[in-house]
Structures are given as C-alpha cells and as structure tokens.
C-alpha cells in the first residue's frame, strides 16, 4: 500500500517542476538563446572585460571629481582670507586636479585602446565562426544563397558587431555611473535646482531615442542596400568578360546605378534622423545650461545658492549630458550590432543538410565498388529527378554516363561523395552505406573534376596541391603530364610559380580544364568522377586527355558524364540515363549497333 503525499509537499513538488518547467521554456526562446550566444563571445576575454569595466567605472569617477575639485578651490577662495594659506591650498588642488587627469588619461587610453583591440579580436572570432560554418553548409544551401550577401554578412555585418562588443559595455558602466553620480552631487548642492533638470531628462531620452530608432532603422536599410550594391558588384565583375563581349556594360552600370540610389537613399534616411537627433541633444544642453544660469543666478540673489555651486552645478549638468548621449549611442550601436548579430546568427543557425551521423565512422581504403540500390531523388521543389534507379559499378570499372541535357547525369554522380542526400534507397561504397562513413574520409577518397572549373588565386602549384598540399614537386609534374598541362605550363612566365588569378582569369578556358584534371589527378583518389571534364578542350589536347584518363583509370573505379561521345567510347560500359532512368548499358560498339538511344546521339554528334 502506497503512503499518501501531504497536500503541502505535493504542491511544492509541483509548484518545483512547474518552475523547472517553465524556467527551461524561457531559457529555451530564441531571444535568451540569442543574447546567450551573445554573451558567450566575451568568455575568452573576461579578464579583460573586467579591467575595462574598471577603467570605465575610474573614467566616470574622474569625471565627477573634477566639479567637486572646481568646487573646492572656489570655495578656498572665498573663505580664506590669508592669500599665501589659499595660494597653498589651491596649488595642492590643482595638483591633485593633474593627478585626476593623468588617472582619467590613462584610464581612457585603457578603455579606448584594449576596449577596441577586445571588440576587434570578438568580431574577429565571430568572423571565424561564420566562415567556418559557410564552408560545412550544404551544397543545397548555396543553390537558394547569394554569393553577395554572405559576403556582406561575413564583413559589414561582423564590423557592427565589433563595435556593440566595445562600446556597449564600458557606455553602460559610465553612463549609468556617470549619471548617478552626477545625479547624486546635483542634489547635494541644490535639489530644487536638480528637480528643474530631472523633469526635462524623460523628455530628451524619449527624444533620443525616437530619432535612434529612426536613424538606426534607416541604417538596417542601408545594410540591406549595401549587401545588394555588393552583390551587383561581384555578379558584374566576377562576370566582366561576358559582359564586355556583349556590349553590356551600360546595361550593367544602370543596374548597378540602381542598387547605388537606393542604398544612397536610406543612407539620407540616415543621416536625416541623425541630424535632428544631435540638433536635439545639442539645443537640450544648451536649454539646460540656460536654465541652470538663470534660475541660479535668482537664488545666489536670494542666497540660496553659491557662486561656487553654481559653477559645480555647471561643470555637473555637463557630466550628467554625457550619459544621455552614452544611452543614444549604445541604442545605435545596439541596433546596428543586434541587426547584424540576427543576420549573423541566421546563417550559423542553419544546420548542413549534410552531416556526420552521430554513429559515423572513417571510411575504410576503398576498392570502389560502388552501387545505387533503388535510389531516388528530388532537388524539394516537387520535381523527381530520377526514382527508383539501380546501378552496379564494379571496383576499377570505367562506366560512362550519357543522355540529354536535365536528365540528372551529374546529381546522379553528386550522390557518391553526398554533396547531396538521396531521398529513398541508399548508395554503398564497397557495401558501405556512404550516410554512416565520415564525410571527410569519404570525399577524400574521390576525386572530383566538375563541369564548372574553378581554381583560386595563386600560383599553378599551389592549385594542383589543393587537395594534397604534401606533394613533392615531382607528383605535381607527374599529375600535370598525366593531364596534358606540363608543357603549357612550363611555356607561362613563372612555369609552376605563375600567379593564375582570381578564378584562373590568366589562363584559357582548356589551361583551366587540365588544371583540374591534373589537381584530381593528383589527389589519387580509389574512385574518379568526371562531370564533362573535357568539355573546353581542343580536339588534341581531349585526345591526349583521353589517353591520360584510360591509363589512370586502370586499378580504380572512374565515373565519366560526357556529351562528346568521343571521350566514353573506350568506356567499360556506357550507361544511357533519360527521364526514364537508365534506358540502355552497354560498350560503344553494342550500343551503336543497337540502334538505340545512343545511336541516334552518335549520329547528331557525328553530323555537326
């Protein structure tokens, strides 16, 4: 038999779980999450943060004590009588006033220099970060990306980052002590004087931060407008051979000339509401510093009030605008920085499509065997790009894959090292599923040579030894004769040391082409993909290209997508994909004869 609970323990056991409870959905909203992640950059620098918190806290200390020093030797000067005794004395404070000074120097040089060395090495990591996280995003991610934005991302928005990690904390620390103290000494000398400028302080910060607001959703704008600036940039200058062999260049520079207005536009919306903001702040010192004069001159009339507190008052209500001031630039800073951290953290809360499973392990030395057991797949847009599709490659086969344009030849050869993820069915590497083998081991054994040729800027070398920085240069030449580029390499300026350029632009189209052959090549990998891989190159050089291929290929399992017919024709086998998946396999001379698919795909290519 169960003992019955007390009514007051079971509500303090529910009263416990329903606190966990909801503690935990709090903790667990986006927003918590966001300022946690937030506050999580500070960790390697918190003693920094501290001894900038310090020095700020001392440049607000500072700053009080010079009125209260002013206040001191006027007041010297009126009570003592003897002219040696308060000569002494005024000395002495103006030498402690030197002493407050050097303090504040120091402390501000503290704060200015460390606070914004701190805030750059901050933006600096979360520039790391983001760039780290953009290179483990999916290839699915960068189909539905624009190259430009994440550019803007990567550096304007890191740089508003940077300044919210400095300024926000020591503008706290000595705003808010700042206005406290001043505050606290203004009512010393004179509270009825103080309550006149404490009922105009709701209504500059209310003003202060309307035209903050304005200003610092002009600048979102802006930020938006620059990214677009950037990307017609890079699009039109990434592209400036297409552009000028079309005779495009007004059509570009009139877009461009559009993306330029509207970002000039919300920069005038900026500026517009920053203007009024420091016309505002200025007419509210001036408006305070009048009122105090007036109204303290009336009570030193009625002797109220001191000439010496008076001054004090004056230096104090200076003090006191500071922190205003302070609160209008952290609201900036923090619009400006938490735009650019929800920008940031939209791009590192995306999660790869393609990832480790949590039970992974390094792929073995492949044979390269490689097989499509029922596979199916689809790009999410509704579209089925092949469905139920089987095929066995044997390890050191050479299968060619070919068939019209948009049937899926090359997301067919994506799959292998899973660039992307099939939706049904599974693809194994010598009976291993490829989604339970760690991607780095898996892909580091497949060589890659795409359609679309890319090499970075650099020297040859340094491009063939991408993917095997370890190669002697002796590998390195033997990957570039395998591939048909040594001698034109040899003929550049520098051979091997020659700078190719952004993107290869020094180079042509076939120079480019057999660098990624050869940069494969030299990778070595157990299997070997080729998406249209001889597509720029000359009929000599693909001959030669061709030759190269069978004799790497022999030992290792190759996968080559072609449309010239010429590069497959020694194939092992030649696999025919349409829409209907795999409608014919077979050697050239079997498949000709069959009269089929490929034959008449020989005969088009054989009329032109």
């Known amino acids: 038999m169960h003992s019955k609970m007390p009514s007051g323990e079971a509500q303090r056991g529910s009263f416990s779980r329903s606190f966990r409870h909801n503690l935990t959905a709090f903790l667990a909203r986006p927003s918590i999450q966001r300022a946690r992640k937030f506050l999580s950059y500070y960790r390697p ?9 310090a020095c700020a806290a001392l440049v607000a200390a500072t700053a009080i004590a010079m009125p209260l020093c002013a206040n001191y030797v006027t007041t010297r000067l009126l009570v003592l009588t003897d002219s040696s005794e308060a000569l002494g004395q005024i000395l002495l404070m103006g030498g402690v006033m030197l002493l407050v000074l050097l303090a504040q120097a120091g402390a501000t040089f503290f704060v200015d220099y460390q606070g914004h060395a701190m805030g750059a090495r901050i933006e600096a990591d979360v520039r790391r970060e983001l760039f780290e996280h953009c290179q483990k995003l999916s290839f699915s991610f960068y189909d539905r990306s624009r190259v430009g934005q994440l550019m803007s991302r990567i550096t304007n928005d890191t740089f508003a980052l940077g300044e919210m990690f400095h300024h926000g904390p020591e503008d706290i620390a000595i705003g808010l002590l700042k ?3 001043a505050l606290t000494v203004l009512f010393i000398v004179d509270a009825t004087l103080t309550w006149y400028i404490v009922v105009l302080l709701p209504f500059a910060t209310v003003y202060a931060i309307y035209f903050n607001r304005r200003m610092n959703q002009a600048m979102a704008r802006s930020r938006d407008k620059i990214a677009a600036v950037n990307e017609r940039v890079e699009d039109a200058l990434g592209g400036i051979r297409v552009v000028q062999s079309f005779a495009n260049e007004g059509f570009e520079l009139s877009r461009f000339d559009a993306e ?25 010192v001036h408006l305070v510093t009048i009122i105090v004069i007036i109204a303290g001159a009336m009570r030193i009339l009625t002797a109220d009030l001191s000439v010496p507190d008076l001054l004090t008052f004056l230096l104090c209500v200076g003090v006191l605008v500071d922190p205003v001031n302070r609160l209008a630039n952290i609201v900036r800073l923090w619009q400006e920085g938490s735009t650019g951290l929800v920008r940031v953290l939209d791009i590192l ?61 090359s997301t ?4 292998i090292p899973r660039f992307y993820d099939v939706e049904a069915g599974k693809i194994t590497v010598d009976g291993h599923d490829v989604r339970n083998l760690e ?30 920085p370890d190669a002697s240069d002796e590998e390195v030449e033997a990957a570039a004769r395998a591939a048909n ?3 034109f390499i040899m003929a550049l300026p520098s051979g091997y040391d020659t700078d190719v350029g952004q993107r290869g632009v020094k180079l042509s189209g076939g120079q480019k082409q057999r660098l990624t052959i050869a940069r494969a090549f030299l990778k070595n990998p157990a299997i070997l993909i080729f998406d249209e891989a001889t597509s720029a190159l000359d009929n000599e050089s693909e001959r030669a290209v061709q030759t190269a291929l069978q004799s790497l290929a022999k030992g290792r399992t190759t996968l080559v997508i072609a449309h010239r017919l010429t ?5 092992d086998r030649i696999l025919v994909l349409t829409e209907d998946g795999i409608v014919e396999e077979g050697r050239h001379d079997d498949l000709v004869a069959a009269n089929g698919v490929y034959a008449r795909l020989q005969s088009v290519q054989a009329s032109i």
């Open 179 to 181: 206005f406290v103290g």
């Open 412 to 415: 067919l050869c994506a799959l």
């Open 485 to 487: 580029a040594h001698d």
């Open 260 to 284: 330029n207005r509207n970002f000039l536009e919300s920069r005038k919306d900026g500026y517009r509401s920053e203007t009024w903001f420091f016309v505002g702040m200025e007419v509210f």
């Open 439 to 468: 991607l780095a081991s898996l892909r580091q054994q497949i060589g890659v040579v795409q359609q679309d040729t890319y090499l970075f800027s650099g020297s040859v070398a340094e491009n063939l030894r991408y993917g095997r």
């Open 567 to 571: 590069t497959v024709r020694h194939a």
């Open 349 to 409: 809360e995306q999660s790869p499509d393609i990832q480790n499973a949590s039970d992974a392990y390094p792929a073995p030395h492949f044979r390269g065997n490689v097989r499509f057991d029922r596979v199916s797949f689809g790009y999410g847009d509704g579209r089925t790009v092949f469905s139920d599709l089987s095929i066995d490659i044997a390890p050191g086969e050479f299968v060619a894959l070919v068939g019209p344009s948009g049937v899926g030849k």
């Open 45 to 53: 620098y918190k003693h920094l943060l501290v001894l900038d918190l």
